[in-house]
């Protein structure tokens, strides 16, 4: 099993990113999947969550800046952000919910003008 997260990188505060994470021997479907990032200094915390119905649920910190989405096709979760803060800025990784995968090397966000 392995995940790869990719999309980061460096953004102004207000602005826009997306994030990907591709997966091997697992499959989507069948699942929950989760984005959670780690800031230095902080535990690791989900921040979005996507179960196999395509129900979602989110941290309160990013709720209605923060959409998850799967297209279970290509085997891919994804994380559309919004109106980003500096306080986003963190190492994103994806993983079940909860969590029982090898995490990947994640994705670093950083918010900064």
């Known amino acids: 099993v392995q995940l790869v997260e990719s999309g980061g990188g460096l953004v102004q505060p207000g602005g826009s990113q997306r994030l990907s994470c591709a997966a091997s021997?697992?499959?989507?479907?069948?699942?929950?999947m989760g984005w959670y990032r780690q800031a230095p200094g902080k535990q690791r915390e989900l921040v979005a969550g996507?179960?196999?119905?395509?129900?979602?649920n989110y941290a309160d910190s990013v709720k209605g800046r923060f959409t998850i989405s799967t297209d279970n096709a290509k085997n891919t979760v994804y994380l559309q952000m919004n109106n980003l803060k500096p306080e986003d800025s963190a190492v994103y990784y994806c993983?079940?919910?909860?969590?029982?995968?090898?995490w990947g090397q994640g994705t670093q966000v950083t918010v900064s003008s």
């Open positions: 993983n079940t919910s909860p969590f029982f995968l090898p």
């Open positions: 021997g697992v499959t989507f479907s069948n699942i929950a």
């Open positions: 996507i179960g196999s119905a395509g129900s979602t």
